[in-house]
């Protein structure tokens, strides 16, 4: 909904983002996910975010839009050296302002320029390369609309800016990730707390969840804000897994996470064992977690995704502490040497089926030393199946002392389907990481239970 100037939400924000690569799709925005993190953490509502291209026209409709409807605008990219860098230009002309050079990032870029040489340059009298030389286009990416308040750039040569615009405050930051950090943290973020000021602040917590599928969390969760101004829920799939976030918006802070707090004991009762973590846990993170809190470890055996769990798992630093090594027995020999897969049980029972897993599992847990062994087997795809083992068949299992655990789980990959094979294969690994995570959960949690014997398709 279009908010009118003088009628802006004291908690409006958008995010802008320019340049051609953008929308041609060469480059994959993450500005503008980062900038909305930061915003919403600080307790703005970020309602729009767009993107333009590195035309003049455009870029203007964009940036008059933003603050014709948003309190505050973050802006990123276009403010280098060369002719399609035009942000400086275009919001001085909607200033009614000149561009000028900012003396202090003029002064840095000297220095750094002459602090810097190119080896691919010598000079022509065979000494040690020189310094590399400015061109005049180089002052292009130190210069901001006059008036405006500069915003230093520690990581990077073109300073961001402040500028005011009808009711609206704007900020602008270099399209190069780490300087676009580095002036936000340390000079937008400051600023942004200070307009806010502590009228509001938002809390957010997203809850992982494993082995449920997002229609089923919705109907498990639904009614859980009823009564609960200011929360909003939403529902995300991060392939495999389904993520729960809920942000809620209050005076203080500290309003803001006792209502969260209460609504995670209410979210794990609904959905039980599928809640593994929450935020930035990953499932290797939390299966870490817990191996070191044992003193125990980890070994794989892998077939269909050769190394994919493995990887996963060393993923985490430290994941030395707990995972001991793997084995890739791609083949059905290979199966039988390095991990003591019975020819019997290839023979009668096949690659792809529980008995070969229960073996598998067993044989590197015993091989490498390890207390738990987790294998793999199954068809990627998206050839090699049949009706008695389709396509997406996989089968799992873990080993430890207590005995084996296993699982399959059935993802037809499609002919013709370029992601197929792959998600077969992720889902397979996070499937087999999923078993071991509801082993190693703490009593009472019943994290085990939760496990289907068969799991299928989950979208």
Not at 230 to 256: C, D, K, M, Q, S
Request: aromatic share 4%; glycine share 12%; with cysteine.
């Amino acid at each position: 909904m279009y908010t009118p100037p003088g009628a802006l939400s004291a908690e409006a924000a958008e995010i802008v983002t320019i340049g051609d690569e953008l929308n041609r799709g060469e480059i994959v925005d993450t500005n503008s996910s980062w900038i909305a993190e930061r915003l919403t953490a600080i307790g703005l509502h970020v309602r729009w975010r767009s993107s333009t291209t590195d035309d003049v026209v455009d870029m203007e409709a964009a940036l008059r839009q933003a603050a014709g409807r948003a309190r505050v605008v973050v802006c990123s990219g276009g403010l280098g050296p060369t002719d399609d860098d035009r942000t400086v230009d275009v919001m001085a002309a909607i200033l009614g302002v000149a561009a000028g050079v900012d003396e202090g990032h003029q002064a840095r870029m000297v220095a750094r320029f002459a602090e810097r040489s190119f080896l691919g340059s010598p000079p022509k009298d065979g000494g040690a390369a020189g310094p590399v030389s400015m061109t005049p286009n180089n002052l292009r990416q130190v210069r901001v609309p006059s008036g405006a308040e500069v915003l230093p750039n520690r990581a990077g040569l073109a300073p961001g800016f402040r500028v005011a615009l009808r009711d609206s405050a704007l900020f602008f930051v270099p399209g190069v990730p780490r300087e676009m950090k580095r002036i936000f943290e340390e000079e937008i973020a400051p600023r942004l707390r200070a307009l806010c000021g502590d009228g509001r602040a938002t809390a957010k917590r997203t809850w992982r969840v494993a082995g449920m599928g997002e229609s089923h969390v919705d109907h498990q969760l639904r009614g859980l804000l009823d009564g609960i101004a200011g929360a909003t829920l939403h529902f995300r799939i991060a392939y495999p897994e389904n993520l729960v976030t809920v942000v809620v918006r209050r005076p203080a802070r500290e309003e803001a996470e006792a209502v969260i707090t209460a609504l995670d004991s209410a979210v794990r009762a609904r959905l039980g064992g599928a809640v593994y973590g929450i935020d930035d846990e990953t499932l290797a993170t939390v299966i870490g977690r817990r191996l070191r809190a044992r003193g125990e470890t980890v070994a794989t055996a892998e077939s269909c995704t050769g190394g994919l769990c493995g990887d996963l798992l060393t993923d985490v630093p430290g994941s030395s502490d707990y995972f001991l090594g793997g084995v890739i027995a791609y083949a059905n020999p290979q199966k039988e040497s390095l991990l003591g897969v019975r020819r019997e049980t290839l023979e009668r029972h096949g690659a792809v089926s529980e008995a070969c897993v229960r073996e598998m599992a067993e044989g590197v847990r015993r091989t490498v030393g390890a207390t738990f062994g987790v294998a793999i087997s199954g068809i990627a795809g998206p050839g090699g199946g049949s009706a008695e083992k389709p396509v997406g068949l996989v089968h799992f299992a873990v080993a430890g002392p207590s005995g084996i655990e296993a699982r399959k789980l059935v993802w037809p990959s499609r002919e013709g389907d370029p992601d197929g094979r792959r998600m077969v294969k992720q889902l397979a690994a996070f499937a087999a990481l999923n078993l071991l995570e509801k082993l190693l959960a703490p009593p009472g949690s019943d994290r085990v239970s939760s496990t289907p014997r068969e799991e299928g398709p989950r979208r």
